[in-house]
């Protein structure tokens, strides 16, 4: 069964420090891989997307994740975070619209 | 242009009562998604439309869950009797195709159920 593993609930970092969000996937295909971030009270925004082209992907708000087939993993980085980057990240596989069960990122003055 | 819409944003309601959510998505997306996000969970999948038929709805609990999307724009989720365990955020979603890879899914802010 294809799923997506998110390690840590939440993760707290001060402002300015980098922001390291895990994700490992299980697929029996190549995989597609999507980050989504959740701010409160709002529904899911398309953060950045993995669709077998470049492995390091450049998304919005200065994140950027790279895809590493032989780790099976999809991490999310942020080299110098921002007090408006809390919130909560899923990472998600497309194509069985599967989500991870989310981080919550939180950031301190 | 609007995104996708969402009534009501807050339901508080006793268990076995009824419940509908409406959404309402972005004009021209012919996909619309269902999903229920429980606390300390991600979306889960309920049920997929495109236009006025239904793609998958393979996790929809159709004891009790229904949803329509009778004219292909907008689309109702219905709960009939609520238990303790519906208690989530149900989140409404739409692509311009239903591919999810290759087409965008817009999602609103969301019904957040509370079930007493």
């Known amino acids: 069964a294809q799923s997506v593993t998110q390690l840590g609930s939440h993760v707290s970092v001060s402002e300015g420090a980098l922001v390291l969000l895990r994700c490992n996937y299980s697929?029996?295909?190549?995989?597609?891989l999507f980050w989504y971030v959740q701010y409160p009270n709002q529904g899911l925004q398309l953060l950045l997307k993995?669709?077998?082209?470049?492995?390091l992907v450049k998304g919005i708000n200065g994140f950027e994740a790279e895809f590493k087939k032989s780790e099976t993993s999809f991490h999310l980085t942020k080299p110098s975070a921002h007090m408006s980057d809390a919130a909560e990240y899923f990472c998600?596989?497309?194509?069985?619209?599967?989500f991870g069960t989310g981080t919550r990122l939180l950031v301190s003055p | 242009e609007a995104g996708v819409a969402q009534s009501p944003r807050y339901k508080i309601i006793e268990k076995r009562q009824s419940v509908a959510f409406w959404c309402n998505p972005i004009?021209?997306?012919?996909?619309l998604y269902w999903y229920q996000q429980i606390l300390g969970q991600g979306p889960k999948l309920l049920i997929q439309?495109?236009?006025?038929?239904?793609?998958?709805d393979s996790q929809l609990p159709k004891d009790r869950f229904s949803a329509e999307r009778l004219k292909g724009v907008d689309s109702t989720l219905k709960i009939q009797p609520a238990k303790l365990e519906d208690s989530a955020v149900y989140l409404c979603?739409?692509?311009?195709?239903?591919?999810?890879?290759?087409?965008?899914?817009?999602f609103g802010p969301g019904t957040r159920l509370t079930v007493l």
């Open positions: 979603a739409s692509s311009l195709a239903p591919d999810p890879t290759y087409n965008e899914q817009f």
């Open positions: 697929s029996s295909v190549p995989p597609y």
């Open positions: 993995y669709t077998s082209a470049a492995t």
């Open positions: 998600a596989l497309p194509q069985k619209l599967v």
């Open positions: 004009s021209g997306h012919a996909t």
């Open positions: 439309f495109q236009n006025n038929g239904v793609v998958d």
